[in-house]
């Protein structure tokens, strides 16, 4: 089991889904160690970046001595056998990964990838040391039904159901909500804050009272250089996850720089 992951210093983590090859991957890691070594305004927070897997090594090694952490956007359960075009955890460990994404909107909703499905991989991340950042969030039609609540409780309560409070610790949560991914349109501080809550109280529920409150709760879904500090504003909000922003290393290290400025 990886280390509990505390709440502060607040997370950055980039997403770079399917972009950027082996050596494109590189160089980008290598723009944004030396933005961080030129100035290091945002040493105040934790960052992670989260490459395709054809990338991890090359980013991997790019990183290395940095204290830039390493992260994959998601894995199979198993650690091994015939689960052709999948990748293990043990694998991802292998290669110097701390975190891996899990549940991702683009997962749940692109390719159709269960809450059970999310928990079991959960489960695999525990297994394997790594740190899972498990998405939750809701879908602009449930938003507007008014049953932003009800998605966020299920996906929460599926995923935790069965962990004990001190393995919970040792895992992230990123509440990011489906419509403001990739669009433009971030959620306001108080949407952000709401599902926070809904999201701590669903913790409670699942692991025991107090446990939602000692587990980092990301925000995600446009985050930017120009709407980070506000996020960070809010004490609910423990870090961000990242996609478009994380790819432009001036942009990303902002947002770190907010973050740190947050405390
Ligand atoms: P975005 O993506 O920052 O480009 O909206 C966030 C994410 O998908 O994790």
Redesign the pocket.
């Known amino acids: 089991m990886a280390a509990p992951w505390p709440r502060r210093p607040r997370l950055v983590a980039g997403?770079w889904?399917m972009h950027r090859t082996s050596a494109e991957g590189s160089a980008l890691a290598r723009e944004f160690v030396l933005l961080r070594a030129a100035d290091p305004a945002g040493g105040g927070c934790a960052v992670a970046v989260c490459p395709p897997y054809p990338a991890l090594a090359a980013v991997g090694d790019a990183l290395r001595g940095s204290g830039v952490y390493l992260g994959a956007q998601n894995m199979h359960a198993e650690p091994q056998g015939a689960f052709t075009g999948e990748v293990s955890g043990p694998m991802l460990a292998s290669l110097g990964c701390r975190f891996v994404i899990l549940g991702?909107s683009?997962r749940r909703h692109g390719m159709g990838e269960t809450d059970e499905q999310v928990a079991k991989k959960l489960r695999a991340a525990l297994r394997d040391d790594l740190t899972p950042i498990v998405c939750v969030g809701e879908l602009l039609a449930e938003r507007e039904g008014g049953k932003t609540a009800e998605v966020l409780v299920r996906q929460v309560a599926a995923a935790y159901s069965g962990l004990s409070a001190e393995v919970a610790r040792t895992t992230v949560v990123a509440y990011?909500p489906v419509w403001?991914?990739?669009?433009g349109k971030v959620a306001t501080t108080e949407q952000a804050r709401d599902a926070h809550r809904v999201i701590r109280s669903t913790l409670d529920q699942v692991l025991g009272s107090g446990s939602g409150g000692q587990i980092a709760i990301l925000y995600?879904?446009?985050?930017n250089a120009g709407n980070a500090a506000t996020l960070f504003a809010e004490a609910d909000i423990d870090g961000a996850?990242?996609?478009?922003?994380s790819l432009e290393p001036a942009s990303f290290w902002k947002i770190a720089a907010a973050a740190a400025a947050a405390g």
Request: a negative charge; glycine letters at 28%; charged letters at 15%.
């Open positions: 997403n889904k991702h683009e990011e403001a991914i990739g669009t995600g879904g446009s985050v996850l990242v996609g478009g922003a």
